[in-house]
């Protein structure tokens, strides 16, 4: 039976009935498995009520976890946030709270570098809820089988039964993933020189691509190029989209998707996809730190993970619930078809100022797919704009 043991030297628990307020994010995967987390968290806790709001996916990957923090006590983050959370002290540092062996339990059973990636500055900010990058989608009924490299997209490009996520930040998360498959990931610090070779034939490469796919792509996040290639039968083939495991479940769009390895560019595999996901953080104006520690540390642990958060729509960030085979079978394997690609998955920057150049990188390469500059003025750009990064105020 899963148990919890915190620091002592937190807020003393309170007899009067406790309120707790999360922010998440409104698809099913980031909603449903923690409102059904929290009401049973209530058997543990009769005294307190955990309440869920939820914002869009692009108020998710675009909302200063500072603004949160003043309203809300457990906030979802998205990892690339931590630079910034650390420099405006808006969130806890679990590992002031929680026991040193349950931390090392979740590090050990985390997927990836998902567990890491909410480590900065020498504290953990968040943990681990969900795991993902970008791996590849088919319609099984359309396909035979997942493609293995790039130049297999490009052939059904060509036949126009490709879709493909290019509404920023996703251009920018594929840019990453073919670079970092490619053998010469970004930089993540300053000073690091881009491989101005590799990441000419990258964007040339995606270039190519963003010719032959609808240009209707340009206006699409992951949900809306998987709920695309869902609705009918245009579309075989989604290569680079974050994971939405509820779309491998049977009836939960019109016809299912298969999840795959992510096609590669390199030689090398599947390895260098940008790394997803997100994490429960705890905010540091909460006036229940100990019960909010304890509620992350629970809900993240294998046997919430692998029980009700799975079947709640929710997509684990445990590794113990990716290899379990009930886990897997009403997703249609989707964890352990695409665990090479996550646990070879590249993480991203991080530092107080990536965001802001997360969004205009992502119109920087936007512009050079769609013609307007050309793709060396665009590396140069993303050069100069990855410094001025580090200086923001």
Known sequence: ?????????????????????????????????????????????????????????????STPVEELAATYDLIIIDHPHVGAVVEKNCLLPIDRFAEKTALERLFAETVGKSYQSYAYDGHQWALPVDAACQVQAIRPDLVSAPVKTFSDVIALAKDGRVVWPLLAPHVLMSFFSLLANSGAPFPVTRGAAINHTAALDVIGAMATLADLVDPACLTMDPIAALDALCEDNKFALCPYVYLYAPYARANYRANRIVFHDMPSLGASGPLGSALGGTGIAVSSQTKHPDLCVEFALWVASADIQRGLYATHNGQPGNAV?????????????????????????????????????????????????????????????????????????
């Open 321 to 393: 619930a990716w290899g379990d085979a009930a886990v897997n079978a009403p997703v249609g394997s989707c964890y352990s078809n695409t665990r090479m690609t996550h646990e070879a998955a590249w993480l991203r920057p991080r530092h107080d100022g990536y965001m802001a150049f997360q969004e205009d990188a992502s119109h920087i390469l936007l512009d050079a797919l769609t013609g307007k500059t050309n793709p060396k003025s665009a590396l140069l750009a993303l050069e100069t704009r990855f410094d001025e990064s580090f200086d923001h105020e």
């Open 1 to 61: 039976m899963f148990s919890i043991k915190l620091r002592q030297g937190g807020n003393a628990r309170m007899t009067e009935h406790k309120k707790i307020r999360g922010m998440t994010w409104s698809d099913p995967r980031g909603y449903d498995p923690l409102v059904a987390a929290s009401q049973t968290f209530r058997d543990r806790h009769p005294d307190a009520d955990i309440v869920w709001d939820k914002r869009s996916l692009q108020g998710f990957e």
